[in-house]
Each structure stands twice: as C-alpha cells, then as structure tokens.
C-alpha cells in the first residue's frame, strides 16, 4: 500500500518537465505558424506579380515583332515599315532609322505654317535665326530634359522601339503604377514601379495595394515620374526567397555586370536604358540618395566617388550632363544598404504596333 502511494507522488522534477514540454511545443507551433504565414505571404505577392506577365513583354529587348506592310502611326504622317529594323550602339534593335532630335525639330520647322521661304528649298522660323552647325563646339549633353509644360524632350539621338508594357491595363489595376523597371542581367527583376506621397506605403503593400511584406519596387516619393532628376532613386525589399531586389547583390560579382550591363525603365511614353557604371555598399542614411546637386563639380565629385568605391570596376565614363538611377536594397545589416547605380545612355520613342494597324485600317477606309 505504502508503495502505491509513492508511485502515484508528483515530484517538482516531473512538473518542470512538463512545463518545459509544452513550452517547447507551443514554440514550435508558433514557429510553424509564422512559417506558414510568411510562405503563404511570399506566395501570395509572387502570384499577384505573375498575373501582371500578360501585360508585359521585356524579357527580350532585341527582338521586335515584324509587319510586311507599311503603316501609318496615329496624328502623324511618318511612314514606319515595321519589318524594317537596325540595332544601335547599346545592342538595342531599334525600328527604322536613328535621326538627330535637331533634324526632327527641323522637319517639323518645315511644316509649321508660321515659316518664312528664304529659298527655293529651304524655310527658317520667323522669329528665329539659323545657325551653322559646325561652329558648335563638342560637348556633353544630356540625353533628355524637361520642359517648361513638365514634358520630357529627348535631345541628341532619337530612335523608336516597339511597345512593351500596356500601361493602360496596368493603371486600370492601380494608377501609382508609373514604370516598369527590367535588369537584363537578372531578369527576374522584372516589376512595375510605384510611386505615392510616402515612402512607407509600399514597403508593406504590392502594386494591388495589398497588405504583404513582399512590398512593391518604387520610386522616391520626391522624385519626379518623368526620370528627368539628375539622380532617381527606387527602392526593393531584399526578400530571402529572391523576389524584388532579392536578387540584386548578383552584382557583387564581376560575372554579373559582364553579361549585361544595362537595365530598363519603361514609361507610357518613353523607355529608357540605362548603363550600370557603380555597385557598392552606403550608409542607409548618405549622400548617395541625394537627387539634386548645387553645382556640376558637386555632382562630378558625387560620381567620382561612387565609382571609386564600386565593388565592382567599370569602364563607364560619367559626366555632370548625365541622368541616373539608384536601385537601392537593404542588407543583413540595418545600417547598411547595396546600392547599383546606372546612367541614362538613350531613351526610346515607342510605337504601339495595335494603333499603327488600327490607324492603316481607317485610313484604307
């Protein structure tokens, strides 16, 4: 009788084993839990993102879809043959011709109604004078610039590509979406940028506005949509299972930058390639997030040092003329970030090849 109750005796040994048991499975399952959640997060961003590949064609920026016939494109009368294609100097194939935007500005002096004849084959505006070209000393320039109405005006070289992104579908979905950012040598960083009046909307809601860790790729909250700041900045989450700017620490390898060295910003009406010339790693708070610079020299130095303290080492010459973008990503550590930066080297005017068919069928009629 005696050994039966001591048997059945409680000792404290056995409750703290207990105790510490169920503590550990509770740990567990919360464990699982948040697992399970973040999966079903991870998913849940990366199947809103997929739906988005019906409105989007970028992973191949040197093919463009060809038409036999020639056609005629919308409130112009530019004849573009659209089987007619070249590529450039940024291996970019390119429909028609190059032509310089001063010759585009001549054509058009040519068909403005308020022109004088000074000759048999030539018109000048009446309120401008005519210079000689060749005086013109060389010098940088930039590849756009804004004018007084906020329209973006190409200078230099001006060449057409294909239509890629269908930002009327995309904008239908959320009117923040202002671009679309591709890096030919990841091109699983292939996402739309947003853009809203603060910074930290969209590092916990996707393009959907969806409530999700995964956040979206967007574009300062400062900054003008139109990419024409001297220095853009985009952020992405550096996500474990490699989506966003997951992937963008590949170009802590030399391999990397060596496959391609350009990335695209697609807008509605313009697409802009753009040349990586740093990758390093800054400050989470430094002058490498400053968009505007006081003077050429200030922004000379700026560039001068990003490209000294790249990890990796390019050839790209960069100048105070030049437009840039920094893809920005954290780190494991919070006070550090990784940043690739690259310069704009040509913006593309696009023709949509739907309205160049649509505006033949009518005229046919």
């Known amino acids: 009788m005696a050994k039966n109750k001591k048997k059945g005796k409680v000792t404290v040994g056995s409750v703290i084993r207990s105790v510490v048991l169920v503590a550990a499975l509770c740990v567990f399952c919360y464990s699982g839990y948040q697992l399970i959640t973040i999966y079903l997060e991870y998913k849940q961003g990366t199947d809103e993102y997929k739906d988005l590949e019906q409105y989007v064609d970028v992973a191949n920026n040197t093919s463009v879809a060809a038409d036999t016939e020639k056609q005629t494109v919308k409130d112009t009368e530019e004849e573009i043959d659209m089987d007619e294609t070249s590529t450039d100097e ?10 310089d935007s001063d010759e585009e500005e001549a054509q058009a002096v040519m068909h403005d109604p308020e022109t004088t004849q000074i000759g048999e084959n030539t018109t ?30 190409i200078l230099g070289k001006i060449a057409k590509v294909k239509k ?12 923040e979406i202002i671009g679309w950012l591709y890096v030919e040598a990841i091109d699983s960083i292939n996402y739309p940028i947003t853009q809203t009046e603060d910074n930290a909307y969209y590092l916990s809601h996707t393009f959907k ?3 999700n860790i995964a956040g979206s790729i967007f574009l300062d909250c400062d900054t003008k949509p139109n990419f ?6 985009i952020y992405g989450h550096n996500m474990k299972n490699g989506s966003m700017f997951g992937k963008l620490n590949l170009f802590y390898k030399e391999e990397t930058y060596e496959e391609s060295k350009y990335f695209w910003i697609y807008t ?27 003077s050429d020299r200030d922004f000379e130095d700026y560039l001068e040092t990003m490209k000294e303290n790249s990890i990796i080492k390019t050839d790209t010459k960069v100048t105070a003329s030049d437009k840039i973008v920094t893809l920005s990503t954290c780190t494991a550590s919070s006070d550090v970030r990784f940043v690739v930066q690259g310069k704009l080297v040509r913006a593309y005017q696009v023709v949509d090849p739907d309205k160049v068919k649509t505006t033949s069928t009518e005229t046919e009629k």
């Open 90 to 99: 940024f291996g970019t194939v390119i429909i028609g011709d190059i032509i």
């Open 124 to 153: 000048q505006p009446m309120t401008e004078q005519t210079t000689d070209p060749t005086t013109e000393t060389e010098k940088e320039t930039a590849v756009i610039t804004e004018d007084e109405n906020g329209n973006v005006k």
């Open 164 to 175: 890629r992104v269908d930002f009327e579908e995309l904008q239908k979905i959320n009117p």
């Open 209 to 211: 506005k969806t409530d």
């Open 228 to 233: 024409t700041e001297t220095n853009s900045v």
């Open 268 to 294: 509605p009406d313009l697409y802009y390639k753009y040349e990586i010339f740093s990758c390093v790693e800054v400050g989470a708070i430094s002058k490498t997030y400053q968009r505007q610079f006081e």
